[in-house]
């Protein structure tokens, strides 16, 4: 099984990408004998050809139609010979520490414009994901839904986006992931940041990292 994380900064993208590739030929060969002279030998071939993985930021766009709202839309290329799964983490400032909860912040600045120590302020933050060009998920029973919590209409809190032990977070709501017969299928997630009337203005920021792991399915 191979991981392969990308780590996705609103003002900063970073892509990785990780192929695996190897094939391993095993030859079995039996003798059948026979009355006759001659003799016949079967030869029976076995190859195992190992699952490839690739992702690649695709686009990313902001929309700001509507008041006070920020909605930016990342679309990841998942290319894939068999099934993956998907996780989501993220971290924000709060205090003085560090919380594993992905949204928009923005430390606070003073009259003289100097950073005010161990002050935030945050966007309500909301995300929706979709997945196109899948050939099936492992969700039970399976239903042809290809959005969690809405899609574009991004409804899923920070908490259960990262949760990934949670049945209603992006991995336990599709489980693993299996690519059309292309092998490639996108995967766009939607981030909504609100305005929150205390909230200073000025510059917010989010990062969000994106966990893509090889889950092959065989059927021996």
């Not at 002279?37 to 993985?53: G, I, K, Y």
């Not at 993220?90 to 205090?95: R, V």
């Not at 998920?137 to 809405?150: K, L, M, S, V, Y």
């Amino acid at each position: 099984m191979s991981n392969l994380i990308l780590i996705r900064n609103h003002l900063k993208y970073i892509m990785a990408s990780v192929k695996l590739q190897k094939l391993f030929l095993a030859g079995l060969i039996s003798v059948i004998s026979s009355a006759s002279l001659a003799d016949v030998e079967q030869v029976t071939l076995n190859s195992q050809h190992l699952q490839t993985l690739v992702v690649e930021l695709a686009s990313s766009s902001d929309d700001l139609s509507m008041t006070n709202t920020v909605v930016r839309t990342t679309t990841w290329k998942i290319t894939s010979n068999n099934a993956i799964t998907i996780d989501f983490s993220g971290a924000s400032p709060e205090d003085n520490e560090i919380v594993e909860i992905p949204r928009f912040y923005k430390q606070e600045v003073d009259a003289k414009n100097n950073y005010i120590t161990g002050q935030y302020d945050y966007l309500e933050t909301l995300f929706g994901i979709k997945i196109d060009n899948v050939d099936s998920t492992a969700r039970t029973p399976f239903i042809a839904d290809n959005t969690w919590e809405g899609g574009s209409s991004a409804l899923g809190s920070p908490e259960l986006l990262t949760d990934k032990l949670h049945y209603l977070s992006p991995h336990g709501h599709w489980g693993s992931i299996m690519p059309s017969d292309q092998g490639d299928f996108s995967l766009t997630l939607y981030s909504k940041g609100s305005v929150v009337d205390s909230a200073q203005s000025g510059r917010y920021t989010m990062n969000v990292t994106l966990s893509v792991a090889a889950n092959e399915q065989l059927n021996p």
